[in-house]
């Protein structure tokens, strides 16, 4: 288990809305990661974005679309142009993202004081880790500056906070 100052994160969070966690993936771990990613744009098919999926396929193989328009999946008012490739943390096609994405979770649950891998069992826990990788393209890719106000909402029921992990 990777040491974190749990401290310290909610302290920067508190102070500057964010906290930086250097050195928590090596330089191979994120190599690894990009060059599976990279491999499922050439070998996944993209959907169009209002095309359901069930979280317990993503074990199988990641799931693409494109978002392009003025408003988020949830409806809420902002503009978007990206591609966004979702999978599970227990993806056996793709390894290293899974890893990447499983440490993510671990810290996330660590500081919301859940078990290591809550969400990992959309039965047992009600709740699904929405791993994805955002992509914008080069010369026009973006989503606007906006604050999260569906999954905060929805986690209220919960009682932990919502704490949005990021890898760049």
């Known amino acids: 288990m990777e040491l974190i100052d749990e401290k310290k994160i909610f302290s920067d969070i508190e102070s500057s809305g964010y906290s930086v966690l250097p050195g ?3 330089s191979e771990e994120l190599n690894g990661a990009r060059s599976e ?3 499922s744009l050439e070998s996944e098919q993209s959907h169009p974005p209002l095309e359901k999926f ?3 396929e ?3 193989k990641p799931w693409r679309k494109f978002t392009i328009g003025s408003k ?3 409806g809420e008012p902002y503009s978007q142009l990206l591609q966004t490739t979702y999978s599970s943390e227990k993806c056996l096609n793709y390894p290293s993202l899974s890893k990447v994405f499983s440490r993510m979770i671990n810290i996330r649950n660590r500081l919301t004081k859940l078990r290591v891998n809550y969400g990992s069992n959309l039965s047992e826990d009600d709740f699904w880790n929405a791993c994805r990788v955002h992509h914008y393209p080069c010369g026009g890719g973006h989503m606007a500056p906006h604050k999260d106000t569906l999954f905060p909402r929805l986690l209220e029921e919960f009682e932990f ?8």
């Open 24 to 26: 928590f993936l090596s």
């Open 37 to 39: 990613y990279y491999r």
């Open 54 to 56: 069930k979280p317990i």
């Open 58 to 60: 993503l074990v199988e």
């Open 72 to 74: 988020s999946g949830s």
């Open 161 to 168: 906070p919502f704490i949005q992990m990021m890898v760049p």
